[in-house]
């Protein structure tokens, strides 16, 4: 486990008192963007620009105002630049040093554990100062601050950065190691990279990069129906067998559940039979599998499915299930908003190859279906005023957060990275079977995007020092991603599951996988950290074919012998899949 612990060091506030108890003197967002909010506080004069990214903390004082910034240390000293009384060096008993600057002059003096000025009105911005090479670099770009910032995701696997700025000078801001990587691919004219100039965070070293724009850009995804390379016509005989197998077992009256999660991975299972009995040239099977694709999908999108399903809520503009609606814990929270892109994604899945084998059932449900789309895939008001922008991604880290509005310690989180990227692929996949160019650019995209973030962030090389010797040691995937924690553990299983850490980040077994897990030696480390795990352990079967599927990246052999002796699969799995898989390696 690792943490990123928040001290609040400095406040920032009015030293004179308000006279209202009114909420809205309290606080409020006045305006928001992508890339930052607009923080005021009526009762001090105070309006914060919060920026991601910005290394300085940036407040509009709006009217002559006494200001207050309290910390929880003790002030060493509190030092003036020069006569211009703009620039205040302070340094805390902690051993920080923090820099203070100002649009006019400003008189400060300390007391104890407090820095009080006189009125004051126009721009402040505070800074701390990890290395004194770095106060040079801070004066230079103090000026120039950011008010909002817009992300524009681009047809050609890029994404543009562009800020509202205000005063003169270049813009300073901080990138964390994927934008460094993506920053590198693309031609950035007019930014530079401030290589020794960095913070530490939970998310890797904090990098300078100064420029008014940035354009990210990712290496472009292939989005397939089938595997890269084909499966190999020597194992047809052998996927048909096990393929014919699982379709006889197609039964719409044996399913037994109603959760909007585990009936999703039902439907995306099913119709991994479709496409593999396409790439294998076996047809015989896909009437049977598009019968039962429409039997179970259909009650959902007509909304008359017997114990759930999903409706439109305007309070936070989007979908939930009936379930989520009266208990905020049922389908792992959908009613509150958790899980949104892991639970649509299984069924755009479904419905993508439905409508990809029979086109006219796909027209007909056509409007319902870009409605789900658009509950995690919004675009903006302009796309759709119902829906949020991009409601689980998020532009900045560049990879999508599970949790919806409940709010946790350590900020938000997503525990199956796998899932994930199977909601952006399965967009993808429904924007082909529609021939919609758009969707598949963007839905293509924002999956390139979310597979460099799960490379960065879940996968843990042993080469890798991005989160320390001691957690790559004892780590190689991350369980829960937070915003200030990477979590051993997940929701429903302990640390030391290694197979349950492994399986969740790998399901479902689908072509993008082969992108996913792209590093045959990164995925060779995975296994061998995760088989000890395995020793002795009875029922979990379902973990083991993911575990040995992944093995089948640098050991096909070996992989498919543990395969074909196991006696059970996950519920969004099966041996269908797995052979298919080891076979188009």
Known sequence: MLYQVFSPDLTISSSQKSHTNSPKNKHFISSYSDLGVTLDIPSSNLRFFLVRGSPFVTASVTKPTPLSITTLHNIVSLSCFDNKKTKYTLLLNNTQKWIIYTSSPI???????????????????????????????????????????????????????????????????????????LLSKSNNHGV????????????????????????????????????????????????????????????????????SYFY???????????????????????????????KTIE??????????????????????????INDSSADFGFGVYNDHHYHLG?????????????????????????????????LGKRDNKNYPTLRCFDPYKLHSWASGVTEFENGRNQESSSEAVNAYYSAALVGLAYNDKNLVATGSTLLALEINAVQTWWHVKAESNLYGEDFAKENRIVGI???????????????????????????PLLPITETLFNDGVYAKELVEWTLPSLKNKTNVEGWKGFTYALQGVYDNKNALKKIRLLKGFDDGNSFSNLLWWIHSR
Not at 301 to 324: A, I, P, R
């Open 107 to 181: 008189n400060l003096n300390h007391d104890g554990s407090e820095v009080k000025s006189g009125p004051f009105s126009g721009i402040i911005r505070i800074a701390v100062v990890p290395d004194s090479n770095y106060e040079k670099i801070l004066d230079k770009f103090s000026s120039c601050y950011p008010v909002s910032g817009y992300a524009n995701i681009q047809k050609k696997f890029g994404l543009v950065y562009k800020w509202q700025r205000k005063n003169s000078g270049d813009l300073l801001m901080l990138a964390h190691p994927l934008h460094v990587k």
């Open 192 to 259: 530079t990279v401030l290589n020794d100039f960095k913070y530490r965070s939970v998310d890797g070293d904090l990098v300078g990069v100064v420029g008014n724009s940035w354009n990210l850009k990712t290496d472009p995804i292939d989005v397939t129906w089938h595997s890269s390379k084909g499966v190999t016509k020597e194992s047809h005989d052998e996927i048909v067998s096990a393929l014919v197998k699982d379709v006889k077992k197609l039964n719409i009256s044996a399913i037994e559940t109603n959760s």
């Open 264 to 294: 999703g991975k039902i439907v995306g299972r099913a119709a991994r039979f479709a496409l593999i009995a396409e790439e294998i040239s076996y047809f015989k099977v896909i009437p049977i599998i598009k019968n039962f694709l429409k």
């Open 299 to 324: 009650p959902w999108l007509d909304g008359n499915f017997k114990g759930n399903g999903f409706f439109y809520e305007k309070s936070w503009g989007g979908l939930v299930t009936q379930q989520g």
């Open 346 to 378: 299984y069924f755009l899945y479904g419905i993508g190859v439905l409508a990809k084998i029979d086109p006219l059932w796909g027209q007909k449900y056509k409007p319902i279906v870009y409605s789900l789309l658009k509950d995690f895939m919004n």
């Open 481 to 507: 991603l937070w915003a200030n924690k990477r979590d051993s553990k997940l929701w429903w299983a302990p640390s030391e599951c290694r197979e349950c850490r492994l399986s969740i980040q790998v399901l």
